[in-house]
């Protein structure tokens, strides 16, 4: 027969003190109420009795669940589980289990998504899809849903928001390019619409112009994906510019830029340099490795919870909004070589002639 599940009555009989007394010394904001004997004693019984608390009460009492919704674009890209076990690992300690969701990018997949997890009575949201300007995640910060955006950042100051340091992970791949010849340097910027793609192209504007390097061509991707990096590389070799390295938003248009090359008979990086960002998992194990920018994926996302796990347990009024950003590395790897002094453009043949 199975074993009955304890009770807080249980354990307050075993301690010898009120229900109240051990509902107070099991939660964190009221801890402090009961003196550090009985809260120990109370401790003890709880780990003897195996007690766990009801969540369903918990939820009737408190119009709390102590679940968050996780919001990612793909769930399928690498570097979003390290940033998932970063929100789970600093939620778990606190009580919270996580819901997952995925988006596939689309903004009305999102809004419906979002409408069914706030209709789940959810605790919070960490948000990793959101665009620049975002609707659905406006429209829910109104109602008082505790939000935090992960990676990405809306243009509305009042959301919180946990990111890497996009300008100057860009600045230092232009230093490091530089500092080994490139004087030419094109580039796969991001779609303009998310927080990281319009940033990013901001930061090769201008440090590209305060390097004095002569900025090549741009060509920006749709969607940060291995098919756009491919057409936007082959664009670039279309367009007849002169380049010795091909600057990339993130790591999936590194990988399709790669593939274009090797599709047209060139070579990486004898031919042209190419670099990533984001040092998603196994990019040091592809041909050849990619020079990128770490971020901190797991830190970031644990980082986000730490920001919404303080505007879910606000009293009152929600604090102001914190806009965290997390500094980056620079990871050089072979797929970035030294320019030839008087390398000519690279001649290549377009595979639509």
């Known amino acids: 027969m199975a074993r009955k599940r304890s009770t807080l009555k249980d354990v307050a009989q075993a ?35 195996d007690y766990r608390p009801n969540t369903a009460a918990y939820s009737l009492r408190t ?12 769930i399928t890209n690498s570097i979003f589980p390290p940033i998932i076990r970063g929100v789970e690992d600093a939620l778990l300690d606190k009580g919270y289990a ?6 596939d990018g689309r903004r009305e997949r999102e809004a419906v998504i979002l409408d069914a997890l706030s209709a789940r009575g959810v605790d919070g949201l960490v948000v990793a899809s959101v665009q620049r300007e975002d609707a659905a995640i406006g429209e829910l910060a109104g109602q008082g849903v505790p939000i935090v955006t992960v990676n990405r950042s809306v243009d509305d100051p009042s959301i919180a928001s946990v990111v890497s340091d996009d300008a ?5 791949m232009l230093e ?15 779609d303009q619409n998310l927080s990281t793609g319009k940033k990013r192209h901001q930061a090769f504007v201008l440090h590209a112009a305060a390097l004095g390097l002569l900025a090549g061509p741009v060509r ?17 070799l279309d367009g007849g510019g002169r380049f010795t390295a091909v600057l ?15 599709a047209r008979g060139m070579r990486c990086p004898q031919d042209l340099s190419v670099t990533g960002f984001n040092d998603m998992p196994m990019v040091d194990r592809i041909d050849p490795p990619l020079t990128t920018i770490r971020i901190q994926q797991y830190q970031v996302g644990f980082m986000a919870a730490g920001v919404l796990l303080e505007r879910m347990n606000a009293r009152g009024e929600a604090p102001p909004a914190r806009s965290v950003v997390l500094p980056v590395e620079l990871i050089v790897r072979g797929s ?12 290549v043949r377009s595979l639509t002639r």
């Open 248 to 262: 990339c938003a993130n790591d999936r248009l590194a990988i399709g830029a790669l593939g274009a090359l090797r």
């Open 336 to 347: 970035t070589a030294p320019a030839a002094a008087s390398k000519p453009a690279p001649r």
């Open 63 to 74: 119009n709390r669940t102590k679940t968050v919704g996780v919001v990612v674009p793909d």
């Open 220 to 236: 920006f991707a749709g969607a940060f994906n291995e098919d756009d990096g491919a057409r936007c590389m082959g664009e670039l």
């Open 168 to 172: 100057a992970g860009i600045r230092m």
């Open 176 to 190: 490091h390019l530089t500092s080994i010849g490139h004087t030419r340097i094109a580039a796969i910027a991001g």
């Open 98 to 103: 996580t819901l997952v969701v995925n988006t």
């Open 15 to 49: 301690v010898g003190v009120h229900v109240s007394t051990v509902s107070r010394a099991l939660n964190p904001h009221t801890r402090h109420l009961i003196t550090d004997e009985i809260a120990e004693r109370i401790a003890q019984a709880s780990r003897a009795l």
